[in-house]
């Protein structure tokens, strides 16, 4: 049965993402909401975007923030849609995919004309949360550190994510020497947007970036663009020692962790064809799918989800022109080649998580921005984004990009 969005478009243009800051970086002292709504009011009145186009928003963040209990109202507020309101979504490493389609299915429903999908997080500074138990011994409750236990231990099997690609790598044999061999493929395809002074990362970014302070009123500097990428060689990985014992995965076959944050508009036909800043170019949502691996066996999902929206879609892997996944480990892209037949130098043309990082809500989001800006480069096609995500989970999308 095919799913589609026949009513459903993103106006070419009408999207952005800041530059993505490592870890402790220079984006750490802001407030992840704050900052995406002080950045998506600058990028609506660089395009001309008027807030009463917006009836509604949606906001996907993982990390709690100082008051995100308001969730999508509060930045939805600050940036100036004072009258818009929505819900906020999570669903970890998926949540950028997942903010695009509740924004879609919204409008496709006609409950909604123009949304505003906002993803933002920042994974510098995560913090302790407790919580009380008044009926435990002497009424102590639990506590965590929210990202450092999120990584490295699942709710359900004890296990860290890394040890869900250790598992992977076992099962399909899959070497270091394979891992490194993807990395350096991805780290040149990334160089290829900071070509002509980052002319591909500026067709969608605000580069040089200020650096807002944390009272956002003035800059503390800028950043020229992505910050926590590592110069990669052969060489250098070759030094690396798989992190587990007896495992295959070093630190140079996954991600980091990263802060930022993107925006993107969902609308009607009519509507995009006005706020587009090239009324030529026409973007189509085709079709999501969404599927859950085996326990402790996450980068495999984005296999089954893909399967999913293609079938939803009502097409081939063989008529997708452009793949992007969010890999935060080499791993996720041999298994995702293997068992589908796309061309693994062909995936994350421009780059991907592997290299410029991992602010999750952010992640998934600005690589679909990055496939729409690939395709309109080659003249249009079928794009695919898929990734894995913390519950051996997966949230797969094909996008159109066609002649209006």
Known sequence: MQHRFD??????????????????????????LELAAHVAKAELAKRGVEADNFDYGVLGFTVAQYRSFYG?????YQLG???????????????GPRALLAA??????GMASCALALCADR??????????????????????DQVLMSFSTDPVGKHSMLQTAENVA?????????????????????QDALGSDRAFQKRYMTL????????????????????????????GLARLNPVLPGGTVTFGGQTHPADGNCGLIVTTPAKAAALSSDPRIRI??????????????????????????????GVTIDQIKSVKSHNPFAVNDIVFARATGYPLDKMNNYGCSLIWGHPHAATGLRAVIELIEELALAGGGLGLFQGCAAGDSSLAAIIEVTDR
């Open 72 to 76: 999508a109202p509060w930045p939805l």
């Open 81 to 95: 849609l004072k009258s818009v309101a929505g819900p906020a979504v999570s669903q970890a490493c998926a949540t």
């Open 208 to 235: 040089p970036f200020p650096i807002p302070k944390p009272n956002f009123k003035g800059d503390t500097g800028t950043l020229q663009g992505d910050e926590g990428i590592f110069g990669t060689t052969a060489e």
């Open 123 to 144: 994974v510098s500074n995560g913090p302790h949360l407790y919580y009380p138990a008044p009926g435990a011994t002497g009424g102590t409750g639990a506590s965590e």
């Open 170 to 190: 076992a099962r399909h044999r899959i070497s270091t020497q394979e891992q490194h061999e993807v990395v350096l493929r991805r780290y040149a395809q990334y």
């Open 284 to 313: 189509r949502l085709r079709a999501f799918g969404q599927a859950r691996t085996e326990l402790a066996h996450m980068p495999e999902a984005p296999v089954a989800a893909t399967a999913r929206a293609l079938e939803n879609a």
């Open 104 to 109: 879609a299915a919204e409008v496709q429903l």
């Open 7 to 32: 009513g459903v478009e993103i106006p070419y243009g009408a999207y952005w993402s800041t530059p993505f800051a490592r870890w402790q970086g220079s984006l750490q002292h802001l407030h992840s």
